[in-house]
């Protein structure tokens, strides 16, 4: 009985470990709090595939796992399969399915006995997680993000007393202080990857100014400090230069950053998002940046006043204050929703001398940058900012959905 309940509990933490990150915005709110390092003792080979159901064809499931492999799950008599509830930690209230009940898009885990060539398992066991399920809760997660949630760019960390700093997103606003605490959930994105799902367990200490974070959890009653329940965190890139060629067979770019001066190659993929500034608005936050005031007329490209320190956080205020950004009542606009209605561009309409501002990736030894987001029609911004430095700022906040939208810009909906 004991065995039955660790294997049990075994099962049920690891698919709430691989099933709770599925979308863009942080699920895991109990699922990363315990994590088993030793697997079941077992005398014969046993494997754990986890994924989405792909195909179905009799008695075989057809999964593709995280990794994008595929695998042949062959449910048989005995083989016992239950359903549970995105988040439920154990399996006292799993309810038992039939195999009718699974349908492609639906996430399970399947243990089982690998045949030799590693391409299918005889299933002793499935827990079910309905897609449907995942997205009630996924949308449950994304309005509590965005309710409890705070995020931006950090300036300063405090290791020894559980203290990140985010800089204030405009002059007019506060740093927020977020206080971790040994309950904290920390998540920590991957340097090739903006994939939630991605993301591995982490530690404070890895977190350094100039990261991206977004925490959520109780918030002071004057915004200043937020107690976290959870905090995700990266480090980005961000680009500003001109393109200098594309390459559509290896779906890569290459931009010459104006702030080092040297050619970048990025990697475009079915992530990133590629969208094109409304002229309107680049010239309003190239006025920002020259200093000139929001409801100026808009200024012909080149020339003007040096950019101010603040310049940045002032042009994303600008950014703010156009139709398709803002909220009801006011407050912070949601910069994910206004990446959405802006226009989509392809790898195949990016030109030679065009300009662009992109948040990427921090890519790895083995590994190009990824675009994240990328924004054409920039020119004026980058005429107002010729080393690029202010420009690529503005994107900053929108990678972790720093306006309260989603958590990574470009991550698999």
């Not at 990016?350 to 921090?362: D, F, P, R």
């Amino acid at each position: 009985m004991r065995s039955t309940r660790i294997s049990s509990m075994l099962l049920v933490r690891a698919l709430a470990l691989s099933f709770a990150c599925l979308s863009v915005v942080p699920l895991c709110a109990t699922a990363h709090q315990t994590q088993d390092t030793q697997p079941p003792t077992s005398t014969s080979p046993s494997a754990k595939p986890v994924g989405t159901v792909k195909a179905l064809s009799g008695n075989t499931i057809t999964l593709t796992t995280s990794s994008g492999s595929t695998v042949d799950i062959v449910v048989q008599n005995s083989t016992r399969m239950v359903r549970i509830a995105p988040g439920q930690k154990d399996l006292k209230d799993a309810t038992p399915v039939q195999l009718q009940e699974v349908h492609v898009g639906d996430r399970i885990l399947a243990r089982g006995t690998p045949s030799e060539d590693g391409k299918s398992v005889a299933a002793s066991s499935i827990i079910l997680m309905k897609e449907s399920d995942v997205s009630a809760k996924q949308e449950q997660d994304r309005e509590d993000w965005q309710k409890r949630g705070v995020g931006g760019l950090v300036s300063k960390v405090d290791v020894a007393n559980g203290i990140v700093i985010l800089a204030a997103p405009a002059p007019s606003d506060k740093p927020v202080t977020i206080h971790i605490s040994k309950s904290t959930i920390i998540r920590r994105y991957s340097p090739d990857s903006v994939k939630f799902d991605d993301a591995t367990p982490g530690t404070i200490d890895q977190i350094s100014a100039g990261d991206q974070l977004r925490a959520r959890g109780v918030r002071s009653a004057d915004g200043s400090e937020l107690a976290a329940d959870e905090v995700v965190s990266g480090t980005f890139r961000n680009v500003a230069g001109l393109v200098t060629a594309t390459d559509a067979a290896n779906n890569t770019l290459t931009v010459m950053d104006l702030a080092t001066k040297k050619p970048v190659t990025l990697r475009i993929n079915a992530d990133s998002q590629l969208r094109q500034l409304p002229a309107m608005v680049a010239q309003r936050i190239a006025l920002r940046l020259r200093g000139g005031s929001a409801g100026d007329a808009p200024a012909a490209a080149g020339g003007g006043a040096p950019a101010k320190p603040s310049d940045g956080a002032s042009a994303q205020a600008t950014l703010g204050r156009t139709s398709e950004g803002a909220r009801p009542g006011g407050g912070a606009p949601d910069f994910q929703q206004m990446l959405k209605r802006m226009p989509a561009v392809t790898l195949a309409d990016l030109q030679k001398g065009e300009a662009v501002m992109v948040v990427t990736t921090q890519g790895s030894a083995s590994s190009q940058p990824t675009a994240i987001t990328l924004l054409s029609g920039v020119e004026p911004i980058l005429s107002a900012s010729p080393n690029g430095n202010q420009a690529a700022m503005l994107l900053s906040p929108w990678n972790l959905g720093g306006g309260g939208g989603d958590a990574a810009a470009g991550a698999n909906p």
